[in-house]
């Protein structure tokens, strides 16, 4: 299947791979709304969004490299 090729380069299963992708969205979102706000208040959420994207990314490469 599709899926199955992107789960194994992932070195995730199924569900686990549902929680991740799953929680990095609302997270994303979150820093995407943050993001916005900060525009226009740059006292407000200062680097929220740099740090949750870096935190997804250290997630994700940590998680692939256990193969």
């Not at 929680?23 to 208040?41: C, M, P, V």
């Amino acid at each position: 299947m599709l899926f199955k090729k992107h789960l194994t380069e992932a070195n995730k299963t199924y569900w686990n791979h549902f929680i991740f992708a799953f929680k990095a969205g609302f997270l994303l979102l979150y820093a995407g709304i943050t993001s916005i706000i900060h525009a226009f208040i740059p006292s407000l959420f200062p680097f929220v969004s740099q740090k949750i994207v870096q935190k997804l990314t250290a997630d994700s490469q940590q998680h692939r490299n256990l193969k």
